[in-house]
C-alpha cells in the first residue's frame, strides 16, 4: 500500500539554523499539507499546497516557513531560522482529490531546536 | 473558525469490551468528519471518515456516530484489543479541503 515518507525521522539543530523537512507524497496525489504536533498538544494545521501554489496557511506559517515541491515527488517544507518553539513533530499528509478527501499522513520528522 | 474537543483525556478498558470515544465540535456548518489513530512515534492513521449527510458508518470493528443536532461525533470501537491502544484524534475538514482540524486526543489503554 502507498505511504508517505518522511526524511530524516529525527534532526537536531542549533536555534537560529536553517532546516528542510522533506516528504515523499504517494504518487498519484496532488493535495500536499504540513502539519505540526508540539509533544503532548494537538495536531495543528500549517500549510496546504497544491498545483505549485499554496493553498491555505495557518497563523504559525509564518515568514520564517516556506514550502516547495522542487520536483515531481518531493515536498519540502523549509524553517529559515529556527526558533526553541519549533520543536515539534512535524508531518508531511497528502490526498488525490479536491476537497473532502482522506490525508494520509507521514510518520513525521521530530524536530528539536537547541 | 472550528474548534474541536475532546471529552476525556484517557479511557482505559478491559480487552474484549467495547470503547466509545466522544468528540464535540462548534461549526454547524462542517461537512466532514474523520477519526485518526495514533500510536507512539508514529503519524496519525486513518481510521474511518463520514460526511455530514449520514449519521452513522461502519468499518471493521469500528463506528462512527454523528449527531449534527448536538454537533458530537464519537467513534466505537468492538471487542477492544491490545493493538488499539495508542491516541484517537477527531478531525473536521474544512469545506474548502483545505485543512484539518483536529481535537486534543484521546489515549487509548486496553488493559490484559
Known amino acids: 500500500e502507498p505511504e508517505v515518507t518522511q526524511t530524516p525521522s529525527h534532526q537536531v539543530t542549533q536555534m537560529g539554523q536553517e532546516v528542510i523537512l522533506r516528504c515523499v507524497p504517494i504518487?498519484?496525489?496532488?493535495?500536499f499539507y504540513w502539519y505540526r504536533q508540539i509533544l503532548g498538544q494537538k495536531v495543528e494545521f500549517l500549510v496546504s499546497?497544491?498545483?505549485?501554489?499554496?493553498?491555505?496557511k495557518s497563523e504559525i506559517f509564518d515568514d520564517q516557513f516556506s514550502v516547495e515541491r522542487p520536483d515531481g515527488s518531493n515536498f519540502t517544507l523549509k524553517i529559515r531560522s529556527t526558533k526553541l518553539e519549533d520543536s515539534a513533530m512535524y508531518f508531511c499528509?497528502?490526498?488525490?482529490?479536491?476537497?473532502?478527501?482522506?490525508?494520509?499522513f507521514g510518520p513525521g520528522t521530530r524536530l528539536l531546536v537547541l | 473558525g472550528e474548534s474541536v474537543g475532546l471529552h476525556l483525556p484517557t479511557l482505559s478498558v478491559q480487552e474484549g469490551d467495547n470503547s466509545i470515544i466522544n468528540c464535540a465540535y462548534s461549526?454547524?456548518?462542517?461537512?466532514?468528519f474523520i477519526w485518526y489513530k495514533q500510536e507512539s512515534g508514529k503519524g496519525p492513521q486513518f481510521i474511518i471518515d463520514i460526511r455530514s449527510n449520514m449519521d452513522k458508518r461502519q468499518g471493521q470493528r469500528v463506528t462512527v456516530l454523528l449527531n449534527k443536532t448536538v454537533k458530537h461525533l464519537s467513534l466505537q470501537i468492538a471487542a477492544t484489543q491490545p493493538g488499539d491502544s495508542a491516541v484517537y484524534f477527531c478531525a473536521i475538514g474544512d469545506n474548502a479541503g483545505n485543512m484539518l482540524t483536529f481535537g486534543g486526543g484521546t489515549r487509548l489503554m486496553v488493559k490484559p
Open positions: 461549526n454547524s456548518a462542517s461537512d466532514y
Open positions: 499546497f497544491y498545483n505549485n501554489e499554496i493553498s491555505e
Open positions: 499528509a497528502s490526498k488525490k482529490l479536491a476537497s473532502q478527501e482522506t490525508q494520509y
Open positions: 504518487s498519484n496525489h496532488l493535495y
